[in-house]
C-alpha cells in the first residue's frame, strides 16, 4: 500500500518551516480539507474563534471538500504544533514528527515586527490545500 502524504504550505508534513507571528497579532487561519479524509484541525497554545458564530473551540472539524476560515490572537509565546487529532492520522504522521514538528510561533515581542500593522486588523493568512498555511510575504515560509 502506498504511503500518504499530508501537506502544510506545499511541504510534506513535519518538514515545512514555522511561520512566525508576533505577540497578540490577530491572525485569520484559512483552512481547507482537499483530501478524502475528515480532519480535525488543532493548535496546541492557543483556540480559535468561529468567524461566524463567535464561538471559541480548541478543535476545527473540516469534512473533506470543506472549507472555512477561523480567527485567533496569538497571545501564547512559545513554539506550538499544529496537527489533526483524528488517531490514523496521528499515527500515519508519527515518522515525520520530531522536537522541532511545530508550525507556528510566537516568539516575539508584541509590536517589534515589521507585520504587525501593515495589513489591518488581521494577519493574513493565505488558503492552501489541505491544512497547509502560508504567509502573504512568502509562502516557501521565512
Do not use: K
Amino acid at each position: 500500500m502506498a504511503p500518504n502524504f499530508f501537506l502544510i504550505s506545499g511541504y510534506t508534513y513535519a518538514n515545512n518551516p514555522p511561520v512566525p507571528m508576533c505577540v497578540n497579532d490577530p491572525v485569520i487561519w484559512y483552512l481547507y480539507d482537499m483530501g478524502f479524509d475528515t480532519h480535525v484541525f488543532h493548535m496546541h497554545g492557543e483556540n480559535t474563534v468561529d468567524a461566524v458564530t463567535g464561538a471559541t473551540s480548541a478543535t476545527v472539524v473540516l469534512n473533506p471538500g470543506q472549507m472555512t476560515f477561523v480567527l485567533m490572537t496569538a497571545s501564547n509565546p512559545g513554539w506550538w504544533q499544529l496537527l489533526c487529532h483524528f488517531t490514523t492520522h496521528l499515527r500515519a504522521q508519527d515518522s515525520n514528527q520530531t522536537a522541532l514538528s511545530h508550525i507556528y510561533s510566537t516568539p516575539f515581542i508584541s509590536g517589534t515586527c515589521f507585520w504587525n500593522t501593515p495589513f489591518g486588523p488581521y494577519f493574513l493568512l493565505t488558503p492552501l490545500i489541505n491544512l497547509r498555511f502560508s504567509s502573504p510575504y512568502d509562502s516557501s515560509g521565512f
